[in-house]
């Protein structure tokens, strides 16, 4: 079993940012690529962004990039989401997950989730 907590949502103005953070325990985290996703109402949960094992390798979703920066800190058991430039339509619930691969489009372990909300 994993757990995974992820914290940092919160509100703010568009042009804003926010960095969310997982702390993963249970499971030897350095071992397995995460990814985030985020899920708005009505919506299917999407991937967002996701980063290897070592960290050397990154994947963002289009509307993401350039904007997003995932990455981890395998010593404190810990991946990050960097969130700049921040628009309405990027408000959502967003969810860290353990995966078994890099291009795995879905989480093996989610975490509860924390709400990030864009005001216009």
């Known amino acids: 079993q994993v757990q995974l907590v992820e914290s940092g949502g919160g509100l703010v103005h568009a042009g804003g940012s926010l960095r969310l953070s997982c702390a993963a325990s249970?499971?030897?985290?350095?071992?397995?690529?995460m990814g985030w996703f985020r899920q708005s109402p009505g919506k299917e949960r999407e991937s967002v962004a996701a980063?290897?094992?070592?960290?050397?390798?990154?994947y963002y979703a289009d509307s993401v990039k350039g904007r997003f920066t995932i990455s981890r800190d395998n010593a404190k058991n810990t991946v990050y989401l960097r969130m700049n430039s921040l628009k309405p339509e990027d408000t959502a619930v967003y969810y860290c997950?353990?995966?078994?691969?890099?291009?795995?489009?879905?989480?093996?372990?989610w975490g509860q989730g924390t709400q990030a909300t864009v005001s216009s």
């Open positions: 249970g499971r030897t985290f350095s071992n397995y690529p």
């Open positions: 997950g353990l995966k078994g691969s890099l291009s795995a489009p879905r989480a093996r372990y």
């Open positions: 980063i290897s094992w070592g960290g050397s390798r990154t």
